[in-house]
C-alpha cells in the first residue's frame, strides 16, 4: 500500500513559479513510476508527466514541456513538479500518482496510487 501526500500549491501570477511535491509513504517507493495530472473545472483529467523508478526517463505532455521539471528523490520518498513560467490555464487541482509502470500512467488506464490533490491557481 502506498499513500500519497501533495503539497505546495497556491495562489501565483501569471510568469511565476511553484514547486509542487508528493510525499509517498511505505518502504517501496523506489519501484515505483511517479506521475503528475491535473484537472481544471469542467474539464477531464490530464496527464502532465511521468518519471521512472529510478529517475532515469521523464516524459511531458506537450501542452507543460519546456516549462515543467518532474524529478525524485528516493532517499526522501518524495517527487517534485517544477513549474515555471505559468499561464493561466495551468490552474487545476494538481495529483500525483504512483504505478509500477510508467506506460500505465501515461494511458492513466488502471493506476495503483492517487493522491487527494493539491490547487494550483494562476492569476492574469
Known amino acids: 500500500q502506498v499513500q500519497l501526500v501533495e503539497s505546495g500549491g497556491g495562489l501565483v501570477q501569471a510568469g511565476g513559479s511553484l514547486r509542487l511535491s508528493c510525499a509517498a509513504s511505505g518502504r517501496t517507493f523506489s519501484s515505483y513510476s511517479m506521475g503528475w495530472f491535473r484537472q481544471a473545472p469542467g474539464r477531464q483529467r490530464e496527464f502532465v508527466s511521468v518519471?521512472?523508478?529510478?529517475?532515469?526517463?521523464?516524459y511531458y505532455a506537450d501542452a507543460v514541456k519546456g516549462r515543467v521539471t518532474i524529478s525524485r528523490d528516493n532517499a526522501k520518498n518524495t517527487v517534485y513538479l517544477q513549474m515555471n513560467s505559468l499561464k493561466p490555464e495551468d490552474t487545476a487541482v494538481y495529483y500525483c500518482?504512483?504505478?509500477?509502470?510508467?506506460?500505465?500512467?501515461?494511458?492513466?488506464?488502471?493506476?495503483?496510487?492517487w493522491g487527494q490533490g493539491t490547487q494550483v491557481t494562476v492569476s492574469s
Open positions: 500518482a504512483a504505478d509500477k509502470s510508467a506506460y500505465i500512467i501515461t494511458t492513466m488506464r488502471g493506476i495503483d496510487y
Open positions: 518519471i521512472t523508478s529510478s529517475g532515469g526517463s521523464t
